[in-house]
């Protein structure tokens, strides 16, 4: 064999070498490589698993029997019983000698109806909103602003009183809101115990209508017997805003109110 025979046998031999060792590194390297995501995988669906199992074990702990709903339909009936006997019973008691005459007014039997036709409306979502599937759409939604608005913009229809001493006019308006309050107080219970038997989905949403049905029904109440309830800017002020300030109480409240949340930390887990 000539000296060039031998190189290119050199040569080929030292190729195949080369070749041979760099398709065993790639092989070692391609397999190491699926050992480790193989490893990793395993480890992740192990975390999962155990996050998983504590999640089941904290929720059938927390888990616990209870009774059916009523229809919302019998619900509101008895929401309506309770609220229209407080306010209904406080009216009786403290009316006006001029309210039966002033029924016979427009304005005067409009802004009374509009306050209860309102109130109502606000009841029959929150006792809907307790069930899933049934919270207030979008429509419910703003037909609500819309009732509650011109309630509150029949207000505008009343006389502007002369403030005269700013004293007496905050002490005045002062107990009728207290009144206000108080009078709503028993409604407004009554619709976040409701809520809070049930499954709100928005529960923020659903608790700031519990606050204005309550409040709006203390207000129609209130229409009958203040004595000031002509006088448009001690309406506003001592009347309206508190159907307002429920509502935000009621939304800030909520969690706390109807159904407190609890967290979950995977890690502590």
Do not use: Y
């Amino acid at each position: 064999m000539n000296t060039g025979e031998k190189d290119r046998s050199q040569r080929g031999g030292t190729d195949r070498s080369q070749r041979g060792d760099g398709d065993r590194s790639q092989r070692g390297d391609g397999d190491r490589s699926q050992r480790g995501d193989g490893d990793r995988s395993q480890r992740g669906d192990g975390d999962r698993s155990r996050q998983h199992e504590a999640l089941v074990s904290r929720l059938v702990a927390d888990a616990h029997p209870v009774r059916r709903l009523w229809p919302p339909a019998v619900r509101m009936a008895v929401w309506m019983a309770l609220a229209a006997a407080t306010a209904g019973v406080f009216a009786a008691r403290n009316h006006l000698p001029t309210t039966g005459t002033r029924l016979s007014e427009p304005l005067f039997a409009t802004q009374v109806a509009s306050l209860l036709v309102a109130a109502c409306w606000c009841g029959w979502l929150t006792l809907c909103a307790a069930v899933p599937g049934r919270e207030p759409r979008t429509p419910a939604v703003v037909a609500t602003i819309l009732l509650v608005g011109s309630s509150i913009l029949l207000a505008f229809g009343l006389a502007p009183e002369t403030l005269g001493d700013p004293r007496s006019f905050v002490q005045t308006g002062t107990m009728c809101t207290g009144v206000t309050l108080g009078l709503g107080s028993i409604p407004w219970i009554a619709g976040l115990v409701a809520l809070r038997r049930g499954a709100p989905v928005g529960p923020r949403l659903a608790a700031a209508l519990a606050g204005s049905a309550a409040l709006l029904t203390a207000a129609a109440a209130m229409r009958t017997v203040c004595p000031l309830g002509d006088a448009r800017w001690h309406w506003l002020a001592w009347h309206v805003l508190p159907i307002a300030a429920a509502a935000v109480v009621s939304a800030a409240l909520a969690h706390h109110l109807i159904r407190p949340q609890r967290k979950f930390d995977f890690e502590e887990a």
